[in-house]
């Protein structure tokens, strides 16, 4: 613009999209000194609604003001925050940022909610000239707004720790860190005792799964509920419980493993269903079902924290039971048979021990692809009945079967071919992830929730 008149009173006009359909306010006034920020994060000045619009980033897209000197006109342009699905301006996606001009279409995501850049004109007389002096300047504007430091150095930027606090506890995993800390010292301390080395390796690589599947769900859950669900999966396996469904699943049932080493592939899938499939599965199940029912009977917030509401309570639910059963199973099982098995046959108990540890990890890293998917799996079914009520049988239903027959392929097919087992194994960790997202989805608390990206920035 030129002349007397001056871009002024610019504003977002929201014209697609399904805020836009339902005839709500779409008219967004943009700040001659302050950027803003369009996303679903809460602290976004436009902050769009994370059911509709679910292509949008957290922090997507920002509109900056500039001042052009030496005519210091109001200028705008839109940067993109390294959105995941871009930003698009007039139809093309840009990187960085771009100069906006009236009747402009800003695009979020490709098929996204769009915006209209506009603005008034108003006398350049009336513009207040000790606004305008406080913004930066578009020749220092490059891709992100610049603005010089000065030299000096502060006792904060010296010592960091000291006004990074809340920071350092929220956003830097600092108890990841010390927990890490706590396990290596730990495992020093352990040297040349074996068993209690293996407990200690077992634990941490399984906290470290948990904690990835925790990070990808995005929903707080209080650790003491989460390892006590964990914990009641181990008691039950050492209760009379397991001998109980046994004699259901492998007795009653066909699902007797023992007679399982001559049958045909068919004979053997049938077997792994119902004696490993639908026993366990069940088994992991217990204390998810019993934390919803304690859940129930509780007032808020104990009501919330401790029972399942939805499928993401379902899944951290799940996935810790599943943890719990692994570490048992691998630890008082497996580990302690090979480490017997190898000691006899070589002669020498320090090679059963490093078959133990060698068998030891890639149970408990592979659980995320084993146990942990499947009961992760069968605990959104669980989170989604209690959602929707009255289709909560057909929901359980579904959800039990389709884990137990993950479950019957991974043992099944393991013994006939190892890329077979691959096939299987990346096939179940997508179905773990494929409900991690869909549970994100239908949260009732998304606004609330945390969530770390599978790929690229929040």
């Not at 402009?104 to 000790?130: C, H, N, V, W």
């Not at 003491?224 to 109980?244: E, F, H, K, N, R």
């Not at 049938?270 to 859940?295: D, S, T, V």
């Not at 009520?389 to 071919?417: D, F, R």
């Amino acid at each position: 613009m030129t002349g007397k008149n001056a871009r002024h009173n610019a504003f977002l006009r929201l014209v697609s999209g399904n805020a836009a359909a339902f005839g709500s306010e779409s008219r967004y006034p943009l700040h001659a000194s302050k950027e803003m920020v369009i996303g679903r994060d809460p602290s976004c000045q436009v902050v769009l609604d994370a059911m509709m619009y679910r292509m949008v980033s957290r922090r997507h897209a920002a509109v900056r003001p500039l001042s052009s000197s030496p005519d210091n006109k109001f200028t705008w342009v839109i940067c993109d925050l390294n959105s995941a699905n871009g930003t698009y301006l007039n139809g093309k996606r840009f990187y960085g940022c771009q100069e906006l001009q009236s009747g402009d279409r800003i695009g979020l995501g490709s098929d996204g909610p769009q915006f209209i850049f506009e603005y008034d004109l108003i006398p350049q007389a009336t513009m207040m000239t000790k606004q305008s002096a406080s913004l930066p300047s578009a020749a220092n504007f490059q891709n992100h707004t610049q603005i010089k430091q000065p030299d000096s150095v502060s006792f904060t930027q010296l010592f960091p720790i000291i006004s990074t606090g809340k920071d350092l506890t929220r956003k830097a995993y600092l108890v990841p860190g010390i927990l890490t800390v706590v396990f290596v010292v730990l495992m020093f301390a352990t040297v040349g005792r074996p068993q209690a080395n293996q407990v200690i390796v077992a634990s941490y690589i399984g906290f470290v799964v948990y904690y990835f599947v925790y990070q990808l769900c995005g929903k707080s859950k209080p650790w003491w509920v989460l390892i006590g669900t964990a914990l009641t999966t181990a008691l039950i396996l050492l209760s009379p419980i397991l001998d109980l469904f046994i004699f259901i699943f492998r007795v009653v049932l066909p699902g007797n493993l023992a007679a399982a080493q001559d049958a045909t592939i068919t004979e053997l899938f049938i077997r792994m269903f119902f004696g490993a499939g639908l026993m366990e599965e069940l088994l992991k199940a217990l204390p998810i079902l019993g934390a919803y029912f304690i859940g129930s009977k509780l007032p808020s917030p104990w009501r919330e924290n401790i029972g399942v509401w939805e499928p993401l309570d379902g899944i951290l639910l799940g996935t810790a039971s599943a943890l719990g059963f692994t570490l048992l199973e691998t630890l008082g099982q497996y580990v302690p048979d090979i480490t017997q098995n190898v000691s006899q046959q070589v002669g020498i108990g320090a090679a059963g021990q490093l078959a133990g540890l060698q068998l030891l990890i890639p149970r408990v890293l592979g659980s995320v692809a084993g146990h942990m998917a499947y009961s992760g799996y069968l605990g959104y079914f669980i989170g989604l009945a209690v959602l929707k009520p009255s289709k909560s049988w057909q929901i359980l239903s579904i959800g039990y079967l389709s884990a137990s027959v993950l479950h019957a392929l991974w043992n099944a097919l393991g013994s006939i071919n190892a890329f077979l087992l691959v096939v299987v194994g990346v096939l179940a960790y997508a179905v773990l992830m494929a409900a991690i997202l869909k549970a994100r989805a239908l949260s009732p608390t998304r606004s609330q929730n945390f969530a770390t990206r599978f790929l690229g920035p929040k």
